[in-house]
């Protein structure tokens, strides 16, 4: 009787400085970096801001204009609604909202 082929690797073997080997087909998360502060204060200043917004559920870049965060927004929308809802949220979004605020960044 033949014997039997072992299952494929599930894992790559870890390059040099890595505890564990990484799965294939797993993405690692994204950390969100900021840089560019003047100094340390401001930095904190910011990254308190952050947490006040990650606890409501809401994370914005204060660089972020409007109207760029509302495109944004309809295009993570089109996969999970019907044309004619997202033909309504555009016409708001284009007609209203967008006007309105203009290039004004978000509140922080």
């Given at each position: 009787?033949?014997?039997?082929?072992?299952?494929?690797?599930?894992?790559?073997?870890?390059?040099?400085?890595?505890?564990?080997?990484?799965?294939?087909?797993?993405?690692?998360?994204?950390?969100?970096?900021?840089?560019?502060?003047?100094?340390?204060?401001?930095?904190?200043?910011?990254?308190?801001?952050?947490?006040?917004?990650?606890?409501?559920?809401?994370?914005?870049?204060?660089?972020?204009?409007?109207?760029?965060?509302?495109?944004?927004?309809?295009?993570?929308?089109?996969?999970?609604?019907?044309?004619?809802?997202?033909?309504?949220?555009?016409?708001?979004v284009e007609n209203d909202l967008?006007?309105?605020?203009?290039?004004?960044?978000?509140?922080?």
């Amino acid at each position: 009787m033949p014997r039997r082929q072992p299952p494929p690797a599930r894992h790559l073997l870890p390059p040099s400085g890595r505890s564990r080997p990484r799965q294939l087909g797993v993405r690692r998360r994204r950390t969100l970096r900021r840089a560019g502060f003047t100094d340390e204060v401001e930095a904190h200043i910011a990254l308190r801001q952050f947490h006040q917004t990650l606890a409501l559920g809401f994370v914005t870049d204060p660089r972020q204009k409007t109207t760029d965060y509302l495109h944004q927004w309809l295009d993570k929308k089109v996969l999970h609604l019907k044309p004619t809802t997202m033909t309504h949220y555009r016409d708001h979004v284009e007609n209203d909202l967008i006007p309105a605020p203009g290039d004004t960044p978000w509140p922080t």
